[in-house]
Nanobody
Framework: QAQLVESGGGSVQAGGSLRLSCAAS????????MGWFRQAPGKEREGVAV??????????DSVKGRFTISQDNAKSTVNTVYLQMRDLQFEDAGMYYC???????????????????WGEGTQVTVSS
């Protein structure tokens, strides 16, 4: 049973930066995708960035050039995935979740329902 624990959220002024972390454990599959999703109040959940076990990445158009997803999978028991967020805008605010998909790049990469495990989320607030 995989477990995902997010951290690093907080409040930041517009234009500022935050780095989110997701500690993932309890699985041994080497073929996976780890994604960051976010959901603002009253809005649908949306995919932000995804990284696979080989380090290939994909980003939503809204965050390209501002967000960077990376991972530290050197440890055999815990894989930590990071989301470095720069030049944060008001529309970036919301609850950020990491999610784990077992397998190669899925066709519906941004469809949250295909992901096998989810964390509880970490809140990001952007203020003026």
């Amino acid at each position: 049973q995989a477990q995902l624990v997010e951290s690093g959220g907080g409040s930041v002024q517009a234009g500022g930066s935050l780095r989110l972390s997701c500690a993932a454990s309890g699985y041994t599959q080497s073929s996976y995708c780890m994604g960051w999703f976010r959901q603002a109040p009253g809005k649908e959940r949306e995919g932000v960035a995804v990284i696979d076990g080989d380090g290939s990445t994909s980003y939503a158009d809204s965050v390209k050039g501002r967000f960077t997803i990376s991972q530290d999978n050197a440890k055999s028991t815990v894989n930590t995935v990071y989301l470095q967020m720069r030049d944060l805008q008001f529309e970036d605010a919301g609850m950020y979740y990491c999610a784990l998909y077992f397998g190669r790049w899925p066709r519906q990469l941004w469809l949250g329902s295909i992901y096998n495990y989810w964390g509880e989320g970490t809140q990001v607030t952007v203020s003026s």
